[in-house]
Structures are given as structure tokens and as C-alpha cells.
């Protein structure tokens, strides 16, 4: 269906959510026709964050809110559904429009394989009434679904329309971009070049999928690099895990913006406990590029402040590549927690491939070489 006539029969104005490929045709309708706007329309850091907002939103006007999300952010979601929306707490109505990866039946990235199973057991598990929308669902079915709904958003519930691949449209495109010039892949290369055989821990999305033809390309092992295919925003954690165990080991955390900002806490507790021997590279395009391109609110962060802040020790910044080769050397000879944000363009290539190796294959081969 026409995600403009999904809208129509929800009947919000307020929207706030974390970006899906699988729901691109909602996101880019909300770009085109609010933007960014306080008003109407806010991309949040987290889907807790979303509901939370979304919460605010209601208490403030007494409207209900929409939170869009990809199925994988249904476990931020799980503690402000149970301990703030419930009816047996505060009773705030909320609509989820949650894009459904990993679908039985429907090829997808392992990531996405036992989410998809549980996605619609999760919402039954939370009593959030679901409603699956697909190719062949009509407007009338939604509207008698939302007709449904209403009963239960005005006793104070929550529902959710989980969409299936292709299940919603929208005509209009968007372009995505900034005045940065460096190419991610470019940068990941910069760093695979100077990181040489020690250990990489690489965030979801794009990133990870560029190490692993870099290392095709240069005809170079899998050992050395750690490709977190799910889990957005929780690599550097895991780099902090392996780090504080690996002491005699540099260890490299390639980062993305949105993925910091997803769970921005993580640098706290890293700065906290500053392992000598970590470095942490956050390549900042302002973008969800992965899974669109929408904004993230980085673009508009001192980083190299929150860094300082949070006790990192070498805080860099890098907007071309003779400042990124230079801050990568000096992480390289310095024995101390570093920092570098990298200044990214949006985009990525066309025939970008996927992992050849299994999850579980990279996670064995990883520890075999860590110990």
C-alpha cells in the first residue's frame, strides 16, 4: 500500500523513530514532507529514546504518537513499554510501525534470523496488539485494523503494524548527502593499512561489509577482524571487553556515528577504565547511511568534547586524508585510550558485497587468533 494512505488512516502528526531499510518508503515520506521538525518529526538516538519522546509527546497533548522502527529495536523498547506505557502503570497509547527483517521464510542476514522469529511473540509477550501488513493488504483491511486499534488506544494501550518486506511504497525519492569528501571504504582501508595484524572490532551495517573485501581484496586472513552483523551500537563495548582482557594487544574499533549514538553511555565506561591499548574510530557522515541515509543528529556534536569528556586520553579528528593518516599513526605509537572521529561523505558502491563466512565461523576464527 501507499505509505501516504497508511498515514492517513493512522491519522498522527507526530512521528519519531529509528531509520529501516525496510521501512524507507515511510522514512523518506517523512523527510520529504516534515524534515527534521520538533514539531512532527524527530529521528531519536534509540527506539527506547523514541518511545520515551513519543511518550512526552502524548503527556504534553494528549495526542498519540507514532514510533517507527526496524524489529531489532523491539529490545529497547522492552523497558519503557513495561515499566512507563503499561496500563498497569501510566497507561500512555502509542502506535509502532516496525519493519519485520528476518521474516520465517524470507531470506535475510543471520542478525535478523531469530528476531524475525520472535518479532510478533514479542509484541503478544508486551500485549501490544500487532497487525501484519503485506503485499496484498488493502486499505480497507488497515482501516478496519485501525478501527480496531482505536478501542484499545483510548484505554491507554499500545499496538503495532509490523510490515513485511515491500509491503508499503512511496513514489517520491531523496537524496542523501554532505559536503564531506573522504569514502568510508577509503577510510576503513587507511586503517586496515596501519592497524597491520592487530585485532578490529567492526560495527554493524556497511562498515563491517567493506573490511571484509578489503581483507578479500589484499588476499588477507579474517582472522584479525571481529564484524559485529547485528547489535547497533554496542561494538565498542565489545572492543572495551576484548581490550581489557588483550592488554598486550592494539586493539581497533572502527564506529559509526548513528552506532555511538545509539548507546553514547558505552564511551562513558570506556573513558572510565582507559585501556592503553584502544583505539576508538568513529567515521561520522551525520547519516543512517545502511539502511537509507536519513540523518543522525552527529553532524551538530563536538566529539572530540563528549571524547575529552568521558576521559578518553588522545582525541583526534580527521577531514581529509593526510589528517587521518596522521592521527592514525599517532594512536598507532601511543600507548594510551585514543579517540579519532573521522569525517565521512554518504555513500557506499553499488555491488558492495556481504560476509562469505557465517557469524559464528568469524567468531572462531577471531578468539582462535586473540589467544
Known amino acids: 500500500m501507499k505509505v501516504e494512505k497508511l498515514l492517513e488512516i493512522i491519522g498522527s502528526d507526530f512521528y519519531t523513530g529509528v531509520p529501516d531499510s525496510q521501512l524507507k518508503a515511510l522514512c523518506n515520506y517523512l523527510m520529504?514532507?516534515?524534515?527534521?521538525?520538533?514539531?512532527?518529526?524527530i529521528i531519536a538516538a534509540n527506539e527506547g529514546n523514541c518511545t520515551a519522546l513519543a511518550a512526552?509527546?502524548?503527556l504534553a497533548t494528549g495526542k498519540i504518537p507514532v514510533v517507527y522502527m526496524q524489529n531489532s529495536?523491539?529490545?529497547?523498547?522492552i523497558n519503557p513499554v513495561a515499566s512507563l506505557l503499561n496500563e498497569k502503570v501510566y497507561a500512555i497509547p502509542m502506535v509502532f510501525v516496525i519493519g519485520w527483517r528476518g521474516e520465517p521464510g524470507v531470506h535475510d542476514e543471520p542478525q535478523h534470523i531469530y528476531q524475525g522469529e520472535v518479532t510478533v511473540k514479542l509484541l503478544d509477550d508486551m500485549n501490544i496488539k500487532s497487525f501484519i501488513i503485506s503485499n496484498d493488504t488493502t486499505d480497507n483491511d488497515v482501516e478496519n485494523a485501525m478501527k480496531e486499534f482505536r478501542l484499545l488506544l483510548e484505554q491507554g494501550k499500545q499496538v503495532a503494524f509490523v510490515i513485511r518486506k515491500g509491503a508499503i511504497s512511496y513514489d517520491e525519492k531523496v537524496e542523501y548527502k554532505n559536503e564531506n569528501k573522504m569514502i568510508r571504504e577509503e577510510i576503513i582501508r587507511h586503517i586496515a593499512a596501519v592497524s597491520a595484524d592487530d585485532p578490529i572490532i567492526s560495527t554493524t551495517g556497511k562498515a563491517s561489509r567493506e573490511l571484509f573485501e578489503i581483507r578479500e581484496a589484499n588476499k588477507q586472513s579474517h582472522k584479525y577482524d571481529f564484524l559485529t552483523v547485528g547489535s547497533m551500537g554496542h561494538s565498542s563495548s565489545i572492543a572495551l571487553g576484548v581490550a581489557l582482557n588483550q592488554p598486550k594487544k592494539k586493539i581497533w574499533c572502527i564506529d559509526g556515528d548513528g552506532a555511538v549514538l545509539m548507546h553514547m553511555g558505552a564511551m562513558a565506561v570506556i573513558g572510565s577504565n582507559a585501556p592503553q591499548n584502544l583505539v576508538h574510530v568513529v567515521i561520522n557522515n551525520g547519516a543512517h547511511e545502511?539502511?537509507?541515509?536519513?540523518?543522525?543528529?552527529a553532524s551538530n556534536i563536538d566529539w572530540k568534547s563528549v571524547a575529552k569528556a568521558c576521559g578518553y586520553k588522545q582525541v583526534l579528528c580527521a577531514e581529509n586524508y593526510d589528517e587521518l593518516d596522521d592521527a592514525l599513526k599517532k594512536a598507532n605509537n601511543t600507548d594510551e585510550l585514543s579517540f579519532i572521529?573521522?569525517?565521512?561523505?554518504?555513500?557506499?558502491?553499488?555491488?558492495?558485497?556481504?560476509?562469505?563466512?557465517?557469524?559464528?565461523e568469524n567468531k572462531e576464527l577471531f578468539m582462535k587468533y586473540l589467544w
Open 341 to 360: 572521529e573521522v569525517k565521512c561523505s554518504i555513500g557506499a558502491r553499488r555491488d558492495l558485497g556481504r560476509p562469505t563466512t557465517s557469524a559464528r
Open 56 to 58: 512526552g509527546y502524548h
Open 73 to 77: 529495536g523491539e529490545g529497547n523498547i
Open 32 to 41: 520529504n514532507t516534515y524534515g527534521i521538525d520538533p514539531k512532527h518529526h
Open 290 to 297: 545502511t539502511v537509507g541515509g536519513m540523518p543522525t543528529v
